[in-house]
């Protein structure tokens, strides 16, 4: 399941994610129906990052997004993976 749209912008991201994402609907760490793949305190940290930004859960992983684009994606343990878009500016 994602929340994230799906924009052209966002496919990639949307394809390697969906490979990653495994349903779930019960247990501790379940994340918008399927499991969480990074640590929880990394989605309250995306949530702090960026306040005026939503945060939709894309296949068990928090994603920061503006304008319904990707920007930050919170994978593993403690890695942010950062979405690079040449000569654009991100705004909320």
């Not at 994610?17 to 019960?26: I, K």
């Not at 929880?40 to 859960?57: I, K, S």
Request: proline share 11%; charged share 15%.
């Amino acid at each position: 399941m994602t929340l994230l749209p799906n924009l052209p912008q966002n496919t990639v991201l949307r394809d390697l994610l969906r490979q990653q994402g495994v349903p779930q609907e019960r247990g501790a760490y379940v994340y918008e129906g399927c499991e969480l793949h990074t640590h929880p305190d990394l989605v309250e940290r995306l949530e702090d990052l960026a306040p005026q930004w939503p945060v939709p859960a894309t296949f068990g992983m928090p994603v920061l997004a503006t304008k319904g684009i990707a920007a930050v994606v919170g994978w593993g343990k403690w890695a942010c993976c950062w979405c690079v878009f040449p000569n654009r500016r991100l705004s909320p």
